[in-house]
């Protein structure tokens, strides 16, 4: 079973930006985020995902009918409704004025821009590799970028949030897993918590990992005067409202796909021992 919920975090470790800014109306707001972007990255992410839990759970029993289950679960106008609809509820009364400004700048479009590569970028193998090695070459060399970036990850509390949504994931996948009839005796929701929180120390190690490794690759063209800005508009309450309404939308999303991976997945593994 551990094998099967540290898979389902990097899913949702994956799938966490931290703000960039808004402008007025949900239609400027979705532009300005690019979150229908974000969205297709993160449905690759979540097909990619997939095809390897047929191989963690039920290697070559999943075939057609797995791929096809995998990307009607992660359905892009579903992932986007969710945000959409968290961030008009969480935003309604906040001002959007600052960060529009620096968003509709250069600048902030390319922090933007830039996190959305990145993200594309990283599901290719070879370049996570890399991005992971020069973290280790910058941690080596005590790289003074790794202390701004430890300020953006710090002032949208990336790692606390991040280990949050995945523990939610987590546990939402274990009760589909049951839901689903995959354990000969479903356990209850007291030993599902229990698991889940056994693991929240590597839970917490990875995603720290995986988002200095993103956001140095993601950050590395632009300046420090730019990410001292970013950081700056991320501290104020218009900042902090959007990172909290984007961390509640993705993690209403990704609960749910999450337990629909779990009962889907019971399909394929019931009576197998997981």
């Known amino acids: 079973m551990r094998r099967v919920l540290i898979a389902c975090l990097m899913v949702l470790g994956l799938a966490m930006p931290g703000p960039a800014g808004v402008s007025d109306g949900a239609g400027g707001l979705l532009a300005a985020l690019r979150l229908a972007d974000m969205v297709e990255v993160m449905r690759a992410e979540g097909l990619a995902h997939g095809a390897r839990m047929e191989q963690e759970l039920f290697v070559g029993r999943g075939g057609e009918r797995w791929a096809v289950a995998v990307s009607d679960i992660y359905d892009s106008a579903r992932m986007l409704a969710t945000l959409t609809d968290t961030l008009e509820r969480d935003l309604a009364r906040e001002d959007k004025g600052p960060l529009a400004t620096f968003l509709a700048s250069g600048r902030g479009s390319r922090v933007v821009a830039r996190e ?21 070459d910058m941690r080596a060399n005590r790289d003074p970028r790794l202390d701004l970036l430890g300020r953006v990850i710090g002032v949208n509390d990336l790692v606390e949030q991040n280990v949050v949504g995945a523990m ?7 009760a589909g897993l049951a839901e689903g009839g995959a354990f000969a005796r479903p356990p209850t929701e007291d030993e599902m918590l229990r698991d889940v929180w056994e693991q929240e120390p590597e839970i917490r190690a990875e995603t720290e990992q995986w988002l200095y ?9 632009l300046s420090d005067a730019v990410l001292d800005e970013y950081v700056a508009l991320s501290r104020s309450a218009e900042g902090q409202a959007l990172n909290g309404a984007l961390f509640a939308g993705f993690d209403r999303a990704f609960s749910r796909i999450s337990h629909e991976l779990g009962v889907v997945a019971a399909r394929f593994v019931a009576g197998e021992d997981i």
């Open 116 to 136: 959305i590569e990145a993200r594309w970028a990283l599901l290719d193998p070879d370049i996570e590799a890399a991005s992971l090695e020069r973290l280790r």
């Open 168 to 174: 939610n994931a987590n546990f939402a996948f274990y």
């Open 213 to 221: 490794s993103y956001l140095a690759l993601a950050y590395a063209p």
